[in-house]
């Protein structure tokens, strides 16, 4: 069965930094397309960063590009999220999901992605 454990997350202010981490084990970690989510209070899940099997390839949603960085460590089966430059808008539970479906595109849909962590709450003051 594979697991993934995020962490990192916290109460920052508005400008500051966060890496979020992603640990996963059970499962062949080189050969997933990761990506993180975000869901805000009252809000559906959003797809925030996606990175291919090789690191080669990512993608974001227009609201981070040029704040948010996804990366990944196969060595280490982990994935990161460095968020830079906080807003309170960036305030959600934060969860990483593994599509093992050997896609050739990143996808930006949740149905997509097969296995889920439990989140990680981020919350940025203003």
């Known amino acids: 069965q594979v697991q993934l454990v995020e962490s990192g997350g916290g109460l920052v202010q508005a400008g500051d930094s966060l890496r979020l981490s992603c640990a996963t084990s059970g499962g062949t970690f080189s050969t997933y397309i990761m990506g993180w989510f975000r869901q805000a209070p009252g809000k559906g899940r959003e797809f925030v960063a996606g990175i291919n099997r090789s690191a080669g390839l990512t993608n974001y949603v227009d609201s981070v590009k040029g704040r948010f960085t996804i990366s990944r460590d196969n060595a280490k089966n982990t994935v990161y999220l460095q968020m830079n430059s906080l807003k309170p808008e960036d305030t959600a539970v934060y969860y990483c999901?593994?599509?093992?479906?050997?896609?050739?595109?990143?996808?930006?849909?949740?149905?997509?992605?097969?296995?889920w962590g439990q989140g990680t709450q981020v919350t940025v003051s203003s």
């Open positions: 999901a593994a599509d093992w479906r050997l896609r050739t595109l990143i996808t930006t849909a949740s149905y997509a992605y097969d296995y």
